[in-house]
């Protein structure tokens, strides 16, 4: 008899519809319902998906026709018998308010989440109390969702190399009652970042034709006696990666802006001149998301380093004039921060290590002069909040936003409070980091329009515990009076 072993999860939220995910452990039919009751005793059926091993048994039922702004009950069963009424309360979601609707929301972020003892999950459990208390409407999970090569604690035992390693570890940690919970009653935006590959991974040609990881990795991993095939990256783990990552973490997202070649038939490929990657864009409101793949293009070659490929970052160029005035609330999210520079970065990893790319986005927001924008991100085991004052060529002044939150639950970098360099690339002017956070946590984000225009972001820790919060008042026409209160 199936069992669904993961989820439901759900995702791709819009104002008239959304995605149910869930992954059984071996073929099935997975069938959705949903209604207004709690109990479902409303319940219709709205569409089924067959679960195979094409997937590893992993798939989802879009819905379409909803109401805005409106909370649905809804269940996935494995077979087709209506949902019993005494089963219930089942749980439930919130469709977004319709494009431009300008009422106060809320919404959660983080990354990075390698639980090594049962106490790690403490942190959705916060998260959750957090969303009962003040109806947070989603949450972005930013990368790390699984540590692919953590071999002492990611349930395998080994570095992943197939397809079903992968899928093991994603179940090894998706499982975690709390985190499962959250999943099933708070949509989800998700992205990766490398470890859902490999650590600090990247190509080493503009074809993709091979990949590597760093050498201290390679280092570590010898000293610790592991096989050879963990010790590099070939290009089928990688494969093997990118079939796991399709199957957990896209096929709930919303339309991709430029599915690559395979997609269609859930194979998704790494072809030589296909410019296709992960990114997408959504709304919610009156604000509007622009969801970064940082990594599928990413090479790092002895001629040429690159990031984003020529078609993610046209789409962002689009997005940015396309979003300038429509949305008052912007946000680029990226999985590694923009902003953030130390003294001591081996890997560069993150923006500072394309310096050419970090220029040619502050500029293209300095040109345009986008106000109202913010960047997301996670990645660095520790969270802040940076504000970055850009001049722009007319001499105005535009300030930047970037909030991070990161880890969920994996080692602190305790160095960070002390090792950050304060550089300001052009054409940053100023560059101020209000607080730093060492310990685990997620932020939420709050925006309103009453009586201020505004956005607020604020840390909670483990416990749900607020540890920093900064208010900014949205900046009409422009440019920004800024009031930003670091609070102890
Ligand atoms: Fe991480």
């Keep these: 008899m199936a069992e669904l072993v993961l989820g439901p999860v759900v995702g791709g939220v819009h104002a008239h519809g959304a995605k149910l995910w869930g992954r059984a452990d071996e073929q099935t039919m997975m069938y959705a319902w949903i209604g207004r009751e709690p109990d479902l005793s409303d319940a219709q059926y709205v569409g089924a998906t067959l679960l195979s091993a094409d997937t590893g048994f992993a798939g989802v039922v879009s819905l379409s026709d909803l109401q805005p702004d409106t909370r649905y009950h809804y269940t996935l069963t494995l077979d087709e018998t209506p949902p019993h009424p005494q089963s219930g309360p089942y749980p439930s979601f919130r469709t977004a308010p319709e494009e431009g609707d300008d009422q106060p929301i809320a919404f959660a972020f983080g990354s990075c989440f390698l639980p090594r003892r049962p106490e790690d999950d403490a942190i959705f459990t916060a998260l959750d109390q957090r969303r009962l208390e003040e109806d947070l409407r989603f949450w972005l999970l930013l990368g790390d969702q699984i540590y692919a090569d953590a071999w002492d604690a990611n349930g395998l035992g080994r570095v992943a190399l197939t397809a079903d390693d992968y899928r093991a570890i994603y179940r090894h940690n998706w499982s975690r009652p709390a985190l499962r919970h959250l999943l099933a009653h708070l949509p989800a935006y998700m992205i990766w970042d490398d470890h859902e590959v490999d650590d600090d991974w990247h190509w080493t040609n503009l074809d993709r034709l091979t990949a590597d990881i760093p050498w201290w990795d390679k280092a570590i991993r010898w000293w610790h006696r592991r096989p050879r095939e963990e010790r590099h990256l070939s290009r089928k783990r990688v494969r093997a990666a990118l ?14 802006l430029h599915p690559p070649e395979g997609a269609d038939i859930q194979r998704p490929q790494i072809l030589m001149g296909d410019e296709g990657h992960f990114g997408y864009t959504f709304t919610y409101g009156n604000a509007a998301f622009f969801v970064l793949d940082t990594r599928f293009h990413r090479v790092k070659a002895p001629e040429q380093r690159r990031l984003l490929n020529p078609a993610q970052w046209r789409a962002l160029e689009n997005w940015l ?28 990893d993150r923006w500072n290590g394309f310096p050419d790319e970090r220029r040619r986005l502050l500029h293209l927001i300095a040109a345009h002069r986008v106000p109202g924008l913010f960047i997301l991100t996670g990645d660095l085991h520790a969270g802040h909040a940076i504000r970055a004052e850009i001049r722009t060529e007319d001499g105005e002044r535009l300030t930047l936003w970037e909030f991070c939150a990161s880890p969920f639950a994996q080692k602190i970098n305790g160095l960070a409070r002390y090792l950050w360099r304060a550089h300001a690339p052009w054409p940053v002017r100023r560059l101020q980091r209000l607080f730093v956070v060492d310990r685990p946590h997620f932020g939420v984000v709050r925006l309103t329009s009453e009586p201020q225009p505004g956005v607020s972001f604020t ?8 540890l920093h919060q900064v208010w900014v008042p949205h900046p009409m026409g422009g440019t920004e009076s800024l009031l930003a209160e670091p609070e102890p």
């Design 321 to 348: 004039l396309a979003m300038r005035d429509r949305f008052p609330f912007k946000f680029i999210v990226s999985s590694i921060s923009l902003l953030s520079d130390s003294w001591a970065d081996l890997a560069r």
């Design 243 to 256: 079939q796991a990552y399709w199957e957990h973490q896209v096929l709930h997202a919303p339309p991709l």
């Design 459 to 466: 840390v909670y820790d483990a416990q749900n515990q607020p």
